[in-house]
């Protein structure tokens, strides 16, 4: 994969409709036509590949086969012919689903800065395990004096980690602090003091589903989209079967705090305000559940006063 959307054009050549961005340090979101020494842009057409002309391919695919990790001359050109292109190496990734996921939350960062200003922060937490916990540490400590966030736990595939989450984002503002040649601080450290909001959806599973439970008992904020998965049972591992095959069985379950009743299970979380997505509008890159929260948090900037304040005149020590 080439991690760019291409089309077949009437020439039999093909267009390069669209090249994704990359985290080009992380192999896994790697974009090879984006990487330094590739001279390839969006409009540009493929007319070879390795030698064999793209004006006689069937698919351009086949062409790439087994090709993931390795080098592979690609002939492109400004205009569909074969006369004045020019080649270039690339290397294609295995994979394109980490760069389009990487593209989806970038594209719902800019959203949000410019329907806010700057003011409102976005983090995306896909999972509740490694990958989920570096997103969010990766995009909520940059962005911890922004004025709201919106957490986004849409298609969260679940783990363990919801509790460091919550615990950094319910963190209460006990005092401040300064240090010489430096703006002032808070105590605790890292703490984000504006409003905040999350979205949720029918994807939203497992720890994904206990997130937003504790997000909404403790009162960080309304869950804005549509009521979670609701499986919470959890499984650890299977028992030693000769035959290799495994067995998962309930092994912990979550109970509300009084003890009364067990919580999530076949149930889900609703959220507070309820937005379902159209997918012929979702297809077309309007994302109502992300407008929701962006309306959401405006409004509760509007009423929510803690800050940071100056640092207070310096007391006189004269004897």
């Known amino acids: 994969m080439l991690g760019a959307e291409l089309s077949r054009h009437e020439s039999g050549y093909y267009l390069i409709d669209r090249i994704l961005r990359g985290e080009n340090w992380n192999t896994s ?48 050109n400004g205009s569909p012919a074969a006369e004045g292109a020019r080649d270039v190496i690339v290397v294609p990734v295995s994979d394109e689903a980490e760069l389009y996921y990487y593209n ?52 969260n595939g679940g783990g363990n980690v919801s509790p460091m989450l919550i615990e950094r984002l319910s963190r209460e503002l006990t005092g401040l602090s300064m240090s010489r040649n430096t703006a002032p601080g808070t105590r605790p450290s890292e703490i984000h003091l504006g409003p905040k909001v999350c979205l949720i959806d029918k994807y939203s599973a497992s720890d994904g589903d206990l997130f937003p439970y504790q997000f909404k008992k403790l009162g960080l904020g309304p869950l804005i989209g549509t009521t ?86 310096y007391p006189e020590r004269a004897p």
């Open 104 to 155: 989806w939350v970038q594209e719902n960062i800019r959203k949000v800065d410019e329907a806010t200003d700057g003011r409102v922060g976005y983090i995306h937490i896909p999972d509740m395990g490694p990958g989920g916990l570096n997103e969010f540490v990766k995009h909520f400590y940059p962005q911890l004096r922004k004025e709201a966030l919106i957490i986004d736990v849409r298609g």
């Open 228 to 313: 979670t998965w609701g499986g919470v049972v959890g499984i650890r591992g299977s028992l030693p079967f000769i035959d290799g095959a495994t067995l998962s069985k309930p092994e912990f379950a979550p109970y509300d705090i009084h003890g009364q009743e067990w919580i999530i299970e076949g149930v889900g979380v609703d959220p507070d305000i309820y937005v379902e997505n159209d997918p012929a509008r979702e297809f077309e890159g309007i994302d109502d559940q992300l407008n929701r929260a962006i309306q959401e948090a405006l409004e509760l900037m509007e009423d929510y006063d803690q800050k940071i304040h100056p640092v207070p005149p």
């Open 29 to 76: 979101r790697r974009s090879p036509l984006t990487e330094l020494g590739v001279d390839v842009s969006e409009g540009d057409y493929i007319i070879a590949v390795n030698g064999q002309p793209a004006d006689e391919m069937d698919n351009i695919y086949a062409s790439l086969i087994g090709t993931g990790g390795q080098q592979v001359e690609l002939r492109v």
